[in-house]
């Protein structure tokens, strides 16, 4: 596996602010996504985040609302623009294709757990 | 209807006991299955793939019924460090995308 860090960790924000949060990785992916999981509920993935081009957003999100970067293979952010107490969540980032490793297995960031009042 | 179901849970049970849960798919053109483990307050973490017709690794043991569609998780001999939710993810089969299940939590008492 590799050594997935983000930042922050966990923050309190006030509603109509923007939260960029950081994912960084510690050696070359292919792919890097990026999930939400509400309290008490599974992950539902916000995005996968393209080097190079824009991200692909699942049903339901936008990237006026969430837009996402990934300049190199190592790096990709995630913004939650003009939030909402609804954002409230842990927003984590996961990769796959690492090498030596079966395509299609993830692994998961430690998450940043946001709240917003 | 949600592609992958599980048994929310709880499952209590004591220490040494033997403990297992099935997860439903709805996908037929699935190729890969994995549980994740994912303790309070932290990220998944993988477990097992589960490809074929199945894998052991030490007391976990998974199955994979295609026919049926479901992967089942069998973990003997229990530890208190084996309480946990337990995520069942399946590859859509069309795509890349893994879908997850809501988890099965299992909590192992002394």
């Known amino acids: 596996s590799a050594v997935i860090s983000q930042k922050p960790s966990r923050d309190i924000c006030q509603r109509g602010t923007s939260l960029t949060i950081q994912c960084q990785v510690d050696?070359?992916?292919?792919?890097m996504f990026w999930y939400r999981q509400q309290p008490g509920q599974s992950l539902t993935l916000i995005a996968t985040?393209?080097?190079?081009?824009?991200?692909?957003?699942e049903s339901g999100f936008v990237i006026d609302k969430f837009p996402i970067s990934r300049p190199n293979l190592t790096f990709s952010t995630l913004t939650v623009s003009n939030m909402s107490p609804e954002d409230s969540s842990i927003y984590l980032c996961s990769v796959e294709g690492l090498a030596g490793v079966s395509t299609d297995t993830q692994y998961f960031g430690p998450g940043t757990r946001l709240t917003v009042l | 209807r949600k592609e992958v179901e599980q048994d929310p849970g709880p499952f209590n049970v004591p220490e040494g006991a033997t403990v297992a849960f099935n997860c439903t798919y709805s996908n037929s053109a699935s190729q890969s299955f994995f549980w994740y483990r994912q303790d309070c307050r932290k990220e998944p973490k993988l477990l097992m793939s589960v490809y074929s017709s199945g894998n052991e690794d030490g007391r976990f043991t998974a199955q994979l019924n295609r026919a049926s569609q479901y992967i089942s998780l069998l973990i003997r001999d229990s530890k208190l460090s084996d309480s946990a939710t337990y995520l069942c993810?399946?590859?859509?089969?069309?795509?890349?995308?893994?879908?997850f299940g809501a988890g099965t939590t299992v909590t192992v008492r002394a």
């Open positions: 993810v399946v590859n859509g089969g069309v795509d890349y995308k893994l879908s």
């Open positions: 985040a393209n080097q190079g081009s824009e991200a692909t957003y």
């Open positions: 050696s070359q992916v292919t792919m």
